[in-house]
C-alpha cells in the first residue's frame, strides 16, 4: 500500500518561492503517475482538486496546468523515492491546500488512487 507524505507549505509573500515535497513510502513511485493538486482551504471533495502537474508513469513526461505554467516545475528523485513542487513567482490566489497523489496502472493522472494529507500554502503580505 502506497503511503505519501506532504511537508513544505507555510506563509510566504507574494512572488515569493517556495518548494513542496512528498516522500512515499511502501512502494516505488516509478510505478505510478504521480501528481500534484490543491484545494481551498475548508473544502474536501476529491473530485474539486485543481490538477497542478503530472509526471506520467512511463518515460517520465510532465505536464502542466495552465494556472502554473511556467511557474511551477514539479520533479521525482527515484533515489529518495519522493516527488517535489517547486513554486516560484507565487500569487495570493495560489493560497490553497496542496496534496500530492498517485495513480495505479494508469500512465496519466487520470483517477489517482492515493493521496497524501495535503500541506497548507499561504500566500499573503
Known amino acids: 500500500q502506497l503511503q505519501l507524505v506532504e511537508s513544505g507549505g507555510g506563509l510566504v509573500y507574494p512572488g515569493g518561492s517556495l518548494t513542496l515535497s512528498c516522500v512515499a513510502s511502501?512502494?516505488?513511485?516509478?510505478?505510478?503517475?504521480i501528481g500534484w493538486f490543491r484545494q481551498a482551504p475548508g473544502e474536501d471533495r476529491v473530485e474539486d482538486r485543481e490538477?497542478?502537474?503530472?509526471?506520467?508513469?512511463?518515460?517520465?513526461?510532465?505536464n502542466y496546468g495552465d494556472s502554473v505554467k511556467g511557474r511551477f516545475s514539479m520533479s521525482r528523485d527515484s533515489a529518495k523515492n519522493t516527488m517535489y513542487l517547486q513554486m516560484n513567482n507565487l500569487r495570493p490566489e495560489d493560497t490553497a491546500v496542496y496534496y500530492c497523489?498517485?495513480?495505479?496502472?494508469?500512465?496519466?493522472?487520470?483517477?489517482?488512487?492515493?493521496w497524501g494529507k495535503g500541506t497548507l500554502v499561504n500566500v499573503s503580505s
Open positions: 511502501g512502494s516505488a513511485l516509478d510505478d505510478y503517475a
Open positions: 490538477g497542478l502537474s503530472c509526471i506520467s508513469s512511463r518515460g517520465g513526461r510532465t
Open positions: 497523489a498517485a495513480a495505479e496502472g494508469s500512465i496519466w493522472c487520470s483517477g489517482m488512487d492515493y
